[in-house]
């Protein structure tokens, strides 16, 4: 028996593809694995997708890490590369990077080198990464002058509010990356999760999934289930312990919760320590050997305390599910820590194992 677990059911993140596929049937799915693949595991998640078109990474090292475990196929640094150095291993690993800034042109045009392929990203109103609208074309003349240079670079960009279902800002961001892009040669790539899921004239020839990959929504007030997604994270551990309480009795660090009434509590080994958010309030749900449970007291590094009730017949070594099914969606569970489940997904920690679920034939 371990303790906290998170079984990552491959499967269903194979069905997802399909639901993004169905989509978006005439784009292409750069499937978006960084930050250990939102906590699932890259490596295994990138062996899983052998049908995306391509993967994307944040950093170059962890695209060297893909290498590194045999994955063989396209792969793009999306914030690309950020100095000679790493230039050389784009190279020297085929992969493709974002060109997102004049002192990344810079580089490219002092070394001969250029990777696997160029995306182009065009800044529509995120204002993070990416060239203003006036400084786009030049940017993409000195690109497509590279000696270097293979196929036309990509064309990119990114939306900032496109969970908002309606949203005139994501229309206005389609608006410029079009605009801005119309005429010149390559593909473009605007749509992230809530892009596919809200914006069908987002697709274009690229969409650029993460998080509904992973079965869950980007949009708020729904989970993945609602949107034909099934949950690839199943967070859960163990009773190490149970005691009964009387009336009055209290639980855990700063005596924060009482018993208002005798009743069983059992222990749990997962914390804060394992990414289970110290934030989470007393009352979050949890479902225990299958039955409804709810959080006692404060989240301890290590432990959680649980209010099992008064006729509860749980033991030690039974399960506690800390989210992901569709009974306790992670999208709760975030909303409770007054958090994006993005965050906990990568809070994940690394003393957690991951267990992967036997692989089988690709669903399309
Ligand atoms: C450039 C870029 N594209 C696509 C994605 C995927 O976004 P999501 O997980 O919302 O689908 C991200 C994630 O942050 C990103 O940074």
Request: a neutral charge.
């Amino acid at each position: 028996m371990s303790a906290a677990t998170a079984r990552i059911d491959t499967d269903a993140l194979r069905h997802n593809l399909g639901q993004i596929r169905n989509r978006a049937p005439a784009s292409k799915v750069m499937a978006v694995i960084k930050a250990n693949a939102y906590g699932h595991g890259m490596v295994p998640v990138a062996h899983a997708l052998t049908d995306v078109d391509s993967l994307a990474v944040a950093r170059i090292g962890e695209a060297i890490q893909l290498r590194a475990a045999g994955v063989a196929g396209p792969i793009v640094v999306l914030e690309g590369v950020r100095n000679a150095d790493e230039l050389g291993l784009a190279g020297q690993h085929g992969l493709e990077t974002v060109i997102h800034c004049p002192d990344q042109i810079m580089l490219l045009e002092q070394n001969s080198a250029s990777g696997a392929g160029l995306w182009l990203k065009l800044d529509t109103g995120m204002n993070r990464l990416g060239f203003a609208a006036e400084e786009f074309r030049d940017a993409h003349r000195r690109l497509v002058k590279l000696p270097s240079i293979g196929r036309n670079p990509g064309l990119m960009s990114h939306f900032s509010s496109a969970d908002v279902a309606g949203s005139a800002t994501s229309q206005a961001q389609l608006k410029k990356f079009l605009e801005t892009t119309a005429g010149l040669p390559g593909e473009r790539s605007i749509a992230n999760s809530a892009g596919i899921l809200n914006i069908p004239a987002s697709h274009l020839e690229w969409v650029r999934p993460g998080l509904c990959l992973y079965g869950v929504s980007p949009v708020a007030g729904k989970t993945g289930h609602d949107l034909g997604l099934r949950p690839v994270m199943r967070f859960s551990t163990w009773l190490v312990a149970t005691r009964n309480l009387v009336a009055g009795d209290t639980v855990g660090y700063g005596c924060r919760w009482r018993a208002a009434k005798p009743t069983r509590l059992g222990i749990a080994a997962c914390g804060y320590g394992d990414g289970y958010p110290w934030a989470l309030p007393e009352g979050t749900p949890l479902r225990v050997n299958g039955m409804h449970a709810r959080l006692a007291g404060r989240v301890s590094m290590d432990m959680i305390a649980i209010d099992l009730g008064a006729d509860s017949d749980a033991r030690i070594g039974h399960e506690v599910l800390l989210w992901g099914e569709t009974e306790l969606p992670v999208e709760e569970i975030a909303a409770a820590a007054q958090t994006i489940p993005y965050e906990l997904l990568c809070r994940v920690s690394e003393r957690v194992s991951r267990e992967i679920a036997a692989a089988r034939a690709p669903i399309r």
